[in-house]
């Protein structure tokens, strides 16, 4: 019998990182799901970033070089999937909503250490958990970053100071390109406008500021908005909550149900790459042929 069928198809890991804690790029041969019960954590590739809040997991695709921030005390949980198991996403990377039974079942996989698929109860467990990440919502919480040097030169001068004021035209007087090439830049390149992506750029900073326990007030002053009812209504319009709500399903019962109101969807949507998640069927096949 071949070695990769004394493997298990998902492997476990859950860790509690203390404030600040940083760990520096790295890969993996096995695709990964990333996910903070409690605290918010910072994932950064050479593509982009992202931020995963509770109730969020980022999926990392094997083999992407990646480096992770905690911000705050963070309970991270991670799963690996053997590559013949691993759901296709739609990107390497992406933002996957954690509905109460996913985040149960995660839990539940972390606590028995791995699965496998010699036992029913795992292969049922297993077949839940591959349904479920392909048919859960995928939500915007990532910046991806322009290749064009010039463009780039713009997004880290923003990122920076996410903050600070400024127009593009001022921004791209040191960049070495007209602001009309950087705007262009920008939307073929992020598929967003460099104004979208600015806004994105101030709500993924707020995020890891609420995360780390900073207080509304001043988190509106630190991304740029003139009041703190102009963010905290620019955050609604993104992310269908206030940071208030937001950060209170940290705390909420894990059988709690959580909704996503319909009209955030499209609020900040990425540019979707790759290719297209297999359908519930499909993994249901998957699993079967390997019981």
Request: some cysteine; proline content about 8%.
């Amino acid at each position: 019998m071949s070695r990769k069928r004394h493997e298990p198809c998902v492997r476990c890991l859950g860790l509690t990182l203390p404030p600040g804690h940083r760990i520096e790029f790295h890969a993996h041969d096995w695709p990964q799901l990333i996910y903070a019960v409690r605290g918010v954590i910072s994932v950064t590739t050479s593509a982009g970033a992202w931020v995963v809040p509770p109730m969020r997991a980022l999926w990392v695709a094997g083999g992407v070089e990646h480096a992770l921030h905690m911000q705050g005390r963070v309970e991270m949980q991670t799963l690996y999937f053997r590559p013949d198991f691993a759901p296709v996403m739609e990107s390497e990377c992406c933002v996957i909503n954690i509905w109460p039974l996913l985040r149960e079942l995660i839990v539940s996989i972390v606590a028995a250490g791995a699965l496998s698929d010699t036992t029913p109860s795992d292969r049922a467990r297993l077949r839940l958990l591959l349904d479920l990440l392909v048919v859960v919502p995928k939500r915007p919480l990532a910046l991806p970053m322009p290749m064009d040097p010039r463009a780039r030169r713009v997004a880290e001068r923003v990122l920076d100071r996410v903050g600070a004021p400024g127009s593009l035209a001022d921004l791209a007087r040191t960049s070495g390109a007209s602001a009309r090439t950087i705007e262009r830049a920008f939307l073929d390149q992020t598929g967003m406008t460099f104004g979208r992506w600015r806004q994105r750029a101030r709500l993924l900073e707020a995020i890891r500021l609420l995360g780390e326990g900073t207080q509304v007030t001043a988190v509106a002053m630190s991304v740029g908005y003139r009041s703190p009812s102009a963010f905290v209504a620019a955050f609604k319009k993104c992310l269908g909550r206030t940071p208030a709500q937001y950060f209170r399903l940290e705390e909420a019962s894990p059988v709690e149900s959580v909704r996503e109101p319909a009209e955030t969807a499209g609020a900040l949507s990425a540019p979707r790459r790759g290719r297209r998640s297999t359908l519930p069927g499909s993994v249901n096949r998957l699993v079967g042929d390997r019981g």
